[in-house]
């Protein structure tokens, strides 16, 4: 792949709503700074928070250095922060906040970004249609983009009222890391793989972001969100357009949306029959014991909020009609993985017929988008030896031996688009009303919540969902083994 020098952006401030929050805190402020670090800030621009708590200029910077400290991938570096720390200004907020900005802010272009709740982006959306009308400016939005579909078009309304949905950039973040955007690379720069993308020859794929932490104090958050909502609606379904879409005709930012929102379209409305939803209770998870998620500070004790969901999926499209996608995300599991498997069509014994060999594995192929970032293909080998024993074996890349450089952050990656204008990695206004279609008969008719123990799979009614051999067990160790001919 052709690498280009990354631009420095054109002279703009950025505004952070919610800019002593735990977003901030933990990716924005650290992804600036290591921005900074790249000289990929613009040359001239102010970064401006802003939220309730009563900091001032001087606190705002504390917070953020310690921010850096503790989150950024690189630690503090003097010579960075000394350029960093005098962009940052910090306003606490208040209806009026907006008008009391101007000089702070002088750069010709500027971009708010709403790292705030749901529930506080319709107020400061009206503020901004006040003071956006002076001056070319751009909004970045963090998911949930609604709670539904109608909810959503609303959201996607108030946003037009603002700035022309070629200013707005809706983050999934899953969409800023390299792993994810590998796949694009993957898919359509060999044509090994293209040739067997489809349902000639693949028997279902696995999508899976589990977790192995717990709510913890986001307890009254979540209640009003579950993992339908949080993941499945987003970086899952987001996971899924780009395993199914077709070649876009360009790398430009439409020609990719367009293919991404064609698969969105073609899901097939998901009813409950195809879901099953699981709430964790207490055990042990992430090597820590974990109260249940109905003990959570916030959440209600007789709770029906899913911390785990499971789905069945059809994309009804010419290459993956009657292929099944099987999805799945939780809370407090057994690991950390997020990966995307598919399993190809099981081979005609009769070759075999007189050999030791009764039934061969299918062949998998693995995408491992985190931790151990990396692809892997399993299939079938004969054992050394005088009889004809098969066995499964791996080809894998890992990223950690085939480049040797750390990955940026997502959020360095989309911090960096939005300030030159490149909206490929983002989401665009159809893309997330296809989405919220797609769920809404299973959101008007939620399934029970199963419980199951923090550190397990999942709940048992999960189980019985994939076909034999079932789900990719994630407490596998998915990683290479040391020397090339690792068991499959
Ligand atoms: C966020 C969800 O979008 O993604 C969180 O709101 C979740 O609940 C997080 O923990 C997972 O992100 P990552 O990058 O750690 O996989």
């Not at 899953?174 to 792993?179: D, N, P, V």
């Not at 070649?247 to 009813?271: C, Q």
């Amino acid at each position: 792949m052709v690498t280009a020098a990354l631009p420095v952006p054109p002279e703009q401030d950025l505004v952070v709503f919610g800019a002593s929050g735990d977003l901030a805190r933990r990716k924005l402020l650290p992804a600036l700074y290591n921005l900074e670090g790249s000289g990929l800030l613009p040359d001239r621009g102010s970064i401006v928070g802003l939220s309730l708590d009563p900091l001032d200029d001087s606190g705002f910077r504390d917070l953020a250095r310690a921010a850096v400290a503790e989150f950024s991938r690189t630690g503090i570096d003097e010579g960075t922060w000394e350029r960093f720390a005098p962009r940052l200004h910090f306003r606490q907020s208040s209806d009026d906040v907006l008008h009391h900005l101007e000089e702070l802010l002088s750069a010709p272009q500027r971009v708010y970004y709403l790292a705030v709740p749901p529930s506080a982006f319709d107020p400061l959306l009206q503020q901004l249609r006040q003071a956006s009308a002076q001056r070319r400016a751009g909004i970045i939005i963090e998911k949930p983009f609604g709670h539904d579909l109608p909810s959503a078009r609303r959201l996607n309304r108030a946003l037009h009222h603002v700035v022309p949905e070629e200013r707005v950039f809706r983050i999934d973040h899953y969409l800023g890391k390299e792993t994810v955007q590998n796949l694009l690379v993957f898919r359509f720069g060999n044509t090994l793989f293209q040739r067997i993308w489809n349902r000639d020859v693949v028997d279902h794929v696995q999508l899976t972001v589990a977790e192995d932490i717990g709510v913890d104090d986001r307890g009254r958050l979540y209640e009003e969100t579950g993992a339908i909502r949080d993941v499945v609606q987003n970086h899952l379904f987001q996971l899924l357009a780009l395993t199914c879409m077709g070649a876009p005709t360009s790398f430009e930012a439409d020609a990719l949306r367009d293919e991404k929102v064609k698969v969105l379209r073609a899901i097939r409305p998901i009813e409950p029959a195809d879901v099953v939803r699981g709430q964790y209770t207490a055990g042990r998870a992430g090597g820590q014991p974990l109260r249940g998620y109905r003990q959570i500070p916030g959440v209600a004790h007789d709770s029906t909020t899913e911390t785990y969901a499971a789905l069945q999926v059809h994309v009804d499209t010419w290459e993956w009609a009657g292929v099944p996608f099987f999805l799945r995300t939780g809370k407090a599991l057994v690991t950390r993985r997020t990966e995307i498997v598919l399993r190809f069509r099981d081979v005609p014994l009769h070759f075999f017929q007189g050999t030791d060999i009764a039934r061969l594995d299918p062949n998998r192929l693995t995408v491992r988008i985190q931790p151990e970032e990396g692809i892997s293909l399993s299939f079938n080998a004969k054992e050394p030896g005088p009889q004809v024993v098969e066995q499964s074996v791996r080809m894998d890349f890992a990223y950690g031996t085939s480049f040797r450089t750390q990955p940026a952050e997502a959020y360095e990656r989309l911090l960096h688009d939005v300030m030159v204008g490149d909206h490929t990695l983002f989401i665009r206004e159809d893309e997330t009303e296809a989405a919220w279609a797609a769920l809404d008969p299973v959101l008007q008719r939620l399934p029970p919540v199963h419980p199951y123990p923090a550190g397990s799979q999942g709940p048992e009614a999960a189980a019985a969902m994939v076909p034999p051999p079932g789900w990719h067990d994630l407490s596998h160790h998915a990683a290479p083994l040391p020397g090339s001919a690792a068991p499959g």
